[in-house]
């Protein structure tokens, strides 16, 4: 009985699989015409990969840090110098010239992003060492104060040869095709949903539940907490990296603390623990601002011009969804849990009597 | 169920262990020892510092003074010196000793295991993965490897063995259900089972019997035996419950303000005077 359950689900996955490819491919091939839908999902996709590093940390292994604008920064910083085509780089680097050494560094963008993730994991092994003994908000704000060091590090003047400072960097060539970028993105995903499943994954989360308890099992705390800064954050440089692909051009500017908010606001939303609740808060939270758009635009509805909808509008209404998905998810939208077909026939049933099952889980959560 | 009568495998050997926090002397001069296959308690009224002497034990603590060794090997040893030497109360012996510092992770791998007061699960996660956890020290794998699943044998091996364990605990059936959510007695049992898991040689019990009834309390008895006997450990404890104190102990010290006022066996603690004082003096209830 079991096995054949098994069996059916994976059928339905392959299924959706193969939906979702071919989506892509009809994006693909009419991608001129829908090239603002597939910017839309591009971004949700990079997004996605960045909130489940983030979860790794804050929702795995119950580290809360804050810094993941910084190492996207070093991660799209360090795509960006190793792709830049050489024979445009004396345009991008207009105002001090290119230092000598990386003036003639080029490599395809999929060894890029790779050593954009090993330079990040490396830069966080090193800010993990003090950082790492630090406690829940604590930990918070110093990973905070380092992306922003990160940051103003970039925008240096000195380093204008290297970073071309606070004059961004342009022309990184984009992603040869959508099936590029969206494989790329679920490949990281899925090395992080096997990592969290794997026998290290449980040493995590021992660690979030309780350190006296996981040190009593012989996990050595600074060791697991280093492991898992360090694995989050070469996830977190793939992403910028990705974003500074899809971008095309970034400049410190974009790695403001302001993107942090962001991620946060995607793993929060989409459920701390959960990987493809941060998946689906990712799309969620990227599409929504763009379909707000609609409160932009001036409304006259009979010849009466409605006084609220001006630019700047659809971030106020966006704002209130989400305090009311906060007010009646309160763990996120999926909590702990993670997406299953079973759970998704559980709830198309559970529709009809939703409200009888609320009252049940807010007692359960009691309890 | 007495010690061996040939020259007895010293497991755990304490020495003059202090534990100072500021003024307050939670353990004093401690000195005990307990050798291969007993079953030795330690005993006090509230406050007299026995779980202190376990932290220190287990490298929760660091002593002020003092040294523990673990099977014949030095795991913790300590000595006040610069700003502690001008708070430190006790007296300083002349012999410098060396200080060696085990954080508690290293403490388990080498053999001790042991379970908490107010017990410490992993609450939301699994009675197996629970029993998972203490596997993962031993097993030969890395991040890589584990992730990549290269290590589908030793992955087998860690749910085979969790298996086993949790069918001769009778843990089986609840495999699946979240620790937190299991009945008090059983938490206490998952409790034992994760520290067997850890393949120690030692296994330090906090309170076993706390919060149970005249029952359990007599299935805790068998079971801690039955534990010992299948898992060739020695076991220190520490217990309010004197009946079950007085049935399973091969000897028992007795500890009152961070002093040991009496060693023995049981029969010998019954009838010291200074036990019986120690306990009337702080409660009029010898079990609380």
Redesign the interface.
């Known amino acids: 009985m079991k096995k054949k359950a098994i069996s059916k689900n994976k059928l339905y996955s392959l299924i959706a699989l193969l939906f979702v490819i071919g989506i892509l491919g009809m994006l693909q091939a009419n991608s001129a015409q829908y090239s603002y839908q597939i910017s839309i999902l591009e971004r949700s996709a990079i997004y996605a990969v960045v909130a489940v590093s983030m979860n790794l940390l804050t929702g795995f292994t119950g580290l809360f840090s804050l810094g993941q604008a910084g190492f996207m920064a070093i991660g799209a910083y360090t795509v960006a110098i190793l792709t830049i085509p050489a024979d445009t780089r004396a345009s991008v680097y207009y105002v001090d010239g290119i230092a000598p050494a990386i003036a003639n560094l080029q490599c395809p963008f999929w060894l890029a992003l790779i050593l954009a993730g090993l330079f990040s994991a490396a830069i966080a092994a090193i800010i993990g060492i003090p950082v790492l003994r630090l406690k829940s908000d604590y930990l918070a704000i110093a990973t905070l104060g380092f992306s922003e060091i990160i940051r103003a590090v970039i925008s240096a003047p000195q380093l204008n040869k290297i970073t071309n400072g606070s004059y961004g960097l342009k022309n990184i060539p984009a992603f040869p095709n959508l099936f590029v970028a969206f494989g790329l993105c679920g490949l990281c995903i899925l ?1 992080m949903v ?2 969290i499943n ?3 994954g ?2 995590f ?2 660690l979030r ?2 350190e ?10 600074f060791r697991y907490k280093e ?1 898992a800064f360090v ?1 989050s954050s070469f996830f977190t440089g793939v992403g910028g990296g990705l974003l500074a692909i899809y971008m095309r051009s970034i400049d410190s500017k974009t790695f403001s603390i302001n993107l942090t908010y962001d991620i946060l606001l995607i793993v929060v939303l989409g459920g701390i623990g959960s990987v493809t609740g941060s998946v689906i808060g990712a799309f969620l939270v990227t599409a929504g601002r763009e379909w707000l758009r609609f409160f932009d635009n001036p409304l006259t509805i009979g010849g009466i011009d409605i006084p609220l909808f001006r630019s700047g509008f659809r971030m106020v209404i966006f704002s209130i969804l989400l305090m009311a998905v906060v007010l009646f998810y309160r763990r996120g939208i999926m909590g ?1 849990n993670e997406f299953s077909w079973e759970g998704l026939g559980r709830l198309i049933r559970s529709i009809p009597n939703k409200l009888k099952r609320k009252s049940k889980t807010q007692k359960g959560d009691n309890a | 169920m007495s010690a061996e009568a040939k020259t007895p495998i010293n497991v755990l050997h304490m020495e003059d262990v202090t534990m100072q926090f500021g003024g307050v002397v939670a353990v004093n001069g401690l000195s005990l020892d307990v050798n291969e296959g007993e079953i030795v308690a330690l005993i006090g009224p509230n406050g007299a510092g026995k779980t202190t002497a376990f932290n220190c034990v287990t490298g929760i603590y660091e002593p002020t003074f003092g040294k523990v060794d673990f099977m014949g090997e030095t795991i913790l040893s300590n000595t006040p010196k610069g700003k502690a030497e001008k708070t430190y109360l006790g007296e300083v012996t002349p012999r410098p000793i060396p200080v060696i510092r085990n954080t508690p992770d290293k403490i388990t791998q080498k053999g001790v295991a042991r379970t908490f007061q107010n017990i410490r699960l992993f609450g939301q996660l699994t009675v197996f993965d629970n029993v998972l956890i203490a596997k993962h020290m031993r097993a030969k794998q890395n991040v890589l490897s584990a992730t990549l699943r290269f290590n589908h044998k030793e992955e087998e091996r860690m749910r085979s063995e969790a298996m086993a364990l949790l069918e001769e605990q009778n843990l089986l059936h609840l495999k699946d259900e979240i620790a937190a959510s299991l009945p008090y007695g059983l938490q206490r049992r998952l409790e034992i089972a994760r520290a067997l898991a850890t393949e120690p040689k030692l296994l330090l019990l906090d309170e076993p019997a706390a919060g149970m009834n005249p029952q359990e309390t007599q299935e805790l008895t068998d079971f801690i035996k039955q534990i010992r006997d299948t898992y060739h450990l020695t076991v220190f404890m520490i217990e309010h419950h004197m009946d079950l104190v007085m049935q399973i102990s091969d000897r028992i010290y007795v500890l009152d303000f961070g002093k040991l006022i009496a060693q023995g066996t049981p029969e010998e603690i019954q009838n010291n005077e200074r036990v019986i004082e120690a306990y009337l003096g702080v409660s009029d209830d010898a079990e609380d």
């Open positions: 090395l096997l990592l794997s026998s290290y449980r040493a989360k021992a539940e309780d006296v308890a996981a040190q009593a099992m012989g996990l050595n705390l492991l694995i702990s």
